[in-house]
């Protein structure tokens, strides 16, 4: 009996990781989430102390294929533990002789890959009833894990998209504001901002339903949002805070830092943020370039306001694995 409450559990839980996991727009399930953030954080504990970005690269291709493992060794796992509960439940084909615990096993591998019994059959009701549903729930896990690798590679490549929108503009602030030209209403990039501030909260929802993306690792800075939705956020604080005849729209700041403050909220609201109360010097020297007076009241309070955004970004940087100020 014993075996059989922990059987229905273990497949219980299975099948609820991989209905949340897949088909859920909240985040991955309870065995699936922990399984990549401790692959995940041993990974990162490993690159501080030596960058390994090459390995960190497949760490998000090695945690999806090993997810989807995971769920056919428990689900492997529960038909053995339901199938061991009756010593004559797997039989031989021609003898009837009782399968032992390595025949049992095999007879859990052929029913869950839907290939048939071979020469172990399951002995009577409802152990054949039993064997169809393994076949049923291995062939399920099947069919929408290949949904799921699709949905995450496709999520994973809108990511390098994001990134490459920001830095097409530029690889610093001031490249990027001198390009945009948002003070310019003839000759300006507004509507490639307001674009990429869609692409960003689409890329933040994708990442609230796929936390998995967060381990697809880029080699190239370049390639990496958080990276890229930084560099747009400290363009936008000086665009806001530049000498009145240097600054952008409101109305496109608004909706490009509004959509910069929901992709910052990735970052766990649980989690330690170290915020430094200066503002950087490369942010700094852009500010005062575009005329900013570093030294009124409203500069200070601007910078008040965004540090603390500014600060979940890094976060979301260290978390990438880049290490940027």
């Known amino acids: 009996m014993l075996l059989v409450i922990l059987a229905v ?14 088909f859920s727009t909240q985040g991955a399930g309870p065995l699936s989430y922990r399984w990549g953030k401790w692959i995940w954080a041993g990974l990162l ?34 038909l053995l533990l339901i199938f061991s509960v009756q010593p004559d439940s797997v039989v031989h084909g ?9 025949t049992r096993y095999y007879f859990i591998n052929t029913t869950l890959s839907g290939l048939g019994y071979g020469d172990w059959v399951p002995s009577a009701f409802p152990w054949t009833l039993l064997a169809t549903l393994g076949t049923l729930a291995g062939t399920a896990v099947l069919t929408v894990s290949l949904s799921y690798v699709l949905s995450v590679v ?3 490549i809108d990511r390098k998209k994001l990134a490459q929108s920001v830095f097409g503009m530029g690889t610093s602030v001031t490249q990027v504001i001198d ?7 003839r000759d300006s990039l507004k509507n490639h901002f307001l674009t990429t501030a869609g692409e960003i909260d689409h890329q933040r929802l994708k990442h609230l339903a796929y936390p998995i993306l967060a381990y697809f690792h880029s080699t190239s800075v370049d390639f990496s ?13 000086v665009l806001q805070v530049a000498a009145p005849d240097r600054r952008a729209p409101m109305g496109v700041l608004q909706v490009v830092n509004s959509s910069i403050h929901n992709f ?6 649980g989690a330690t943020v170290k915020q430094d109360p200066d503002c950087p010097a490369p942010l700094l020297a852009a500010a005062v370039k575009q005329g900013a007076a570093i030294n009124s009241e409203e500069f200070k309070q601007a910078l008040a306001h965004y540090l603390p955004c500014r600060a979940r970004l890094l976060a979301l940087c260290r978390a990438d694995g880049w290490q940027v100020g």
């Open 225 to 237: 949002p958080a990276h890229a939705v930084l560099l747009l956020a400290d363009a936008c604080f």
């Open 264 to 269: 910052a909220q990735l970052h766990a609201s």
């Open 45 to 78: 504990h490993l690159h501080r102390r030596r960058p390994i970005h090459r390995v960190l690269s497949l760490a998000g291709p090695f945690v999806l294929l090993s997810s989807i493992l995971l769920w056919y060794c428990l689900i492997g796992l529960a």
């Open 9 to 22: 559990f273990v497949l219980l839980l299975t099948l609820w990781d991989v209905f949340i996991t897949v």
């Open 94 to 102: 021609s003898s009837n002789a009782p399968a032992s615990l390595e």
């Open 154 to 156: 496709s999520a994973a």
């Open 179 to 185: 390009n945009a030209r948002l003070s310019d209403p």
